[in-house]
């Protein structure tokens, strides 16, 4: 089950051209695309006349037209016109979903469209930051959506996971402290005078030990961003990682991935340099999260892991989703009675 009573990050704004996207997010087809206007428009990726997909059409200016009969469609997803047919009937129609552009993502809104409110999508104000530079990517990961938001959210793996670039071992001895403000969940680890990966001492010219705090927030249905604070006498800086994760199917997911940082050069040689840095560190995470799925069609579940003390903040997302969810299912229980 997902929640659908929630903004999801869908497409990167780049994605998003005269030229039909198709993706599933939560086991629904939807179409992007950007109109000649330049508005972006998500659609159910299908037409109510012979259920073609719409994502097999093309673009004409405002509207999308279906590739088996040619009628067009507008950004509500009503039907502007029919060939050799003067009258459209009022049902021809397909869905249009609330879709928004905000902080380097295209967010859809799968549920009650009367209850989209953009300004609940999570608030990640320095992308755009004249002080930050960031980039973003996107991940089709082979694993349930919640196998992705544990690994980014509790940063306990990452003295075994991320050994040979940003993992340090004394973060196996650091406790994390974790609480819930709302329906947001947070997480964090401070650590003092600790040796810097190989990673982290190039990127803040760190010749000694230093301290560092690692703090996590979640917010549902699972999007992570991180704070990551390095510093020692001479100097400070830090790393954002942000993580909207979108389920696709039970099993499959769209990880958004996003590294802003506050240090370094514009220098396109720095930037790739880092780049290249952050994707060995996501390669490795996408690597187990992959390789657990395998294990879990083996024959586990998603509902009975053994607990540890480390797992208290997946624990706190997994109850709020879950508490969510029951509330979604009460609403449109009401609705329906």
Not at 36 to 42: D, I, R
Request: glycine letters at 6%.
């Amino acid at each position: 089950m997902f929640l659908m009573n929630r903004w999801y990050a869908a497409a990167l704004p780049g994605e998003l051209t005269q030229k039909p996207l198709a993706r599933t997010i939560c086991e629904l087809a939807v179409v992007m695309f950007r109109t000649g206007s330049g508005k972006a428009v998500a659609l159910e990726d299908r037409c109510p006349h012979r259920f073609a997909p719409l994502s097999a059409g093309t673009c004409r200016g405002e509207t999308i037209a279906c590739a088996y009969h040619g009628l067009e469609f507008d950004h509500s997803g009503a039907c502007v016109h029919i060939p050799h047919q003067p009258n459209i009937p009022l049902r021809m129609r397909t869905r249009s979903y609330p879709f928004v552009e905000r902080w380097g993502w295209a967010w859809i809104w799968l549920g009650d469209p009367a209850r989209a409110n953009p300004d609940a999508i999570p608030d990640y104000a320095w992308f755009g930051a004249p002080e930050w530079r960031s980039f973003h990517r996107h991940y089709y990961v082979k694993a349930n959506w919640e196998v992705c938001a544990d690994n980014l959210l509790d940063l306990s793996h990452t003295p075994f996971i991320h050994q040979k670039t940003v993992g340090i071992p004394e973060m196996a001895k650091i406790p994390v402290k974790t609480w819930v403000e709302g329906e947001r969940v947070f997480q964090q680890r401070v650590m003092s005078q600790v040796t810097p990966s190989a990673f982290v001492a190039e990127w803040g010219d760190f010749k000694g030990k230093i301290d560092r705090v690692a703090t996590v927030e979640w917010t549902p249905a699972a999007n992570m961003a991180a704070e990551l604070v390095y510093e020692d006498p001479t100097n400070r800086i830090v790393l954002r990682l942000t993580n909207p994760v979108t389920p696709e199917t039970e099993r499959t997911t769209h990880v958004w991935f996003a590294w802003s940082r506050n240090f370094g050069t514009d220098d396109d040689a720095y930037a790739e340099r880092f780049q290249q840095q952050s994707f060995a560190v996501m390669a490795e995470d996408v690597g187990i999260m992959e390789v657990q799925q395998i294990a879990i069609d083996r024959g586990g579940t998603l509902k009975d892991p053994i607990a540890i003390n480390a797992d208290a903040t997946l624990i706190e997302a997994r109850r709020m989703v879950q508490k969510l969810l029951r509330e979604e299912a009460a609403e449109a229980q009401k609705l329906s009675a």
